[in-house]
């Protein structure tokens, strides 16, 4: 039993410290491939940069909110728009945030308006950026600026709500 | 006087309804009028006037996006000038003051036109979301380029889309922009 909970410790505590390193890099692609495989859960996709003052402040509440709603469905992924040249503050500033959820940098090369578009054409490169998708897959809403904890919650309560039982159609 | 024309300026600006959306590529760009860092009056209708075009540059003192262009802004103002482009920094973000802005125009030999832009006013009416961000005006006061000045933040060296200078190049020789609406990562403007 001992071994067991150790084992477990151990497990958690390797998953928290996997989650604090950057996972890769993705493209448009990737990241499409990404939301795609979380499909039933609802997902939060948050842009971020280092060097983006309220994205350093929202980080934290994100990070709280995936550790309260993990378990009743929703998924984050990070996507950090930071250049390669500025990883190592990448990997400190997760060090320093654990989140419970991967974080990927977006692949360097390539014209970011691309990318941009390819996230949401209505997105203008502002950060942070969050896009939200329901539990079908669809993109539900965006969230352009610095998100509150109380904003947050409220949009993917909605969004988290089980889907009604078969048969309680009018 | 001056600064009662600040403030009747910017109340007028108030009573205009911020649409969500940046004007569109031909329609006309909002018109304001805002004081300068140095003191001086700045009217976008009167410079549209006095300017084949008016370049308005959303920028910030402390953005490292911003920044990356503090150089090329500065050559470009130069080197546009005496074709008859003015270029004109917009200072929208609530946590930089007009000393900020002052100093860092100092700093960085920044001489084209900078106006703070309190309350976010112009922002809004321009659906500026980021610095850097880009809106070129012409002689007509019509928006003919909106976005980045090109795709490297990173290395000016390295750039293969100048996307400002294009539509520059482009509008002084009569010809339309081919790439008119860019896109590119920036700061967010810190508004009220």
């Known amino acids: 039993m001992k071994t067991l909970a150790a084992a477990l410790l151990l497990g958690g505590t390797l998953l928290a410290a996997e989650a604090s390193r950057l996972k890769g890099e993705l ?144 | 006087m001056k600064i009662l024309a600040s403030v009747l300026c910017l109340l007028a600006l108030a009573a205009v309804p911020v649409s969500g959306e940046s004007p569109a590529i031909g329609a006309a760009a909002p018109a304001f009028s805002l004081t300068a860092i140095d003191g001086k009056s700045f009217s976008l209708p009167d410079a549209t006037k006095s300017n084949s075009l008016v370049v308005l540059m959303f920028i910030s003192t402390q953005c490292p996006y911003s920044n990356a262009y503090n150089d090329r802004i500065r050559d470009l103002a130069s080197a546009y000038s005496a074709r008859g482009v003015q270029f004109v920094g917009i200072n929208s973000n609530k946590t930089e003051t007009v000393q900020d802005a002052v100093e860092h125009a100092r700093k960085h030999g920044h001489t084209f036109t900078i106006v703070k832009d309190s309350g976010n006013k112009v922002a809004d009416l321009y659906d500026a979301r980021h610095t850097p961000e880009i809106f070129v005006v012409d002689k007509t006061g019509k928006l003919r380029y909106h976005g980045r000045i090109d795709e490297n933040s990173d290395d000016a060296t390295k750039v293969t889309s100048p996307d400002l200078k294009n539509a520059l190049d482009a509008l002084l020789g009569g010809q339309s922009v081919a790439r008119a609406e860019t896109k590119a990562f920036g700061c967010s403007i810190k508004r009220v």
């Not at chain 1, 842009?47 to 378990?71: G, H, I, M, N, Q």
């Not at chain 1, 390539?110 to 203008?124: K, L, R």
């Not at chain 1, 897959?137 to 909605?158: C, D, F, H, M, N």
């Open chain 1, 27 to 170: 493209d448009a692609k990737g990241l499409a491939g990404a939301i795609a495989r979380e499909k039933g859960r609802v997902v939060l996709v948050n842009f971020w940069a280092t060097w983006c003052v309220p994205c350093r402040e929202e980080f934290p509440d994100l990070v709280k909110l995936e550790s309260a709603y993990r378990s009743r469905g929703l998924t984050v992924i990070g996507v950090s728009t930071d250049l390669r040249k500025d990883s190592a503050a990448v990997e400190k500033f997760l060090a320093s945030n654990s989140p419970g959820f991967a974080n990927y940098r977006k692949k360097s090369g390539g014209d970011d308006q691309d990318f941009i578009d390819a996230v949401d054409p209505h997105w203008g490169g502002e950060l942070p950026y969050s896009v939200l998708y329901g539990r079908n897959g669809r993109k539900a809403e965006v969230l352009s600026g610095k998100q509150t904890y109380p904003e947050l919650e409220r949009k993917i309560s909605r969004l988290l709500l089980p889907a009604p039982p078969l048969g309680t159609h009018h």
